[in-house]
């Protein structure tokens, strides 16, 4: 069992940037692949970037490559996504997701993902 909090939510203007963080329990971290998604008010669940287990494969959904980085420190069981540039249509719920399988053609999809965080609020104002 894997349990992933997510932190470092907030308020922020447009233009500016933010990280958040994600802490997993366990100490297997390095065997899962992660992922960032988040849903934005009214709408479903979305990709925004995913890191293999060794680094060597990162995905990021269009709408935020060249603004966002994702990150991971498997010494510390963190994963974290730093995001630049903001925009109001990143306001969103952001969810920290895991998966112990390898990445596949369905790794942009929720479904895909075994565990999931309780998200953390980032609002960008206009």
């Known amino acids: 069992q894997v349990q992933l909090v997510e932190s470092g939510g907030g308020l922020v203007q447009a233009g500016g940037s933010l990280s958040i963080s994600c802490v997993t329990s366990g100490r297997d971290f390095r065997r899962y692949n992660m992922a960032w998604f988040r849903q934005p008010p009214g709408k479903e669940r979305e990709f925004v970037a995913a890191i293999s287990r060794d680094e060597s494969i990162i995905y990021y959904t269009d709408s935020v490559k060249g603004r966002f980085t994702i990150s991971r420190d498997n010494a510390k069981n963190t994963v974290i996504l730093q995001m630049n540039s903001l925009k109001p249509e990143d306001t969103a719920v952001y969810y920290c997701?895991?998966?112990?399988?390898?990445?596949?053609?369905?790794?942009?999809?929720?479904?895909?993902?075994?565990?999931w965080g309780q998200g953390t609020q980032v609002t960008v104002s206009s």
């Open positions: 997701a895991a998966t112990p399988a390898p990445f596949t053609g369905n790794t942009l999809s929720t479904g895909f993902y075994n565990y």
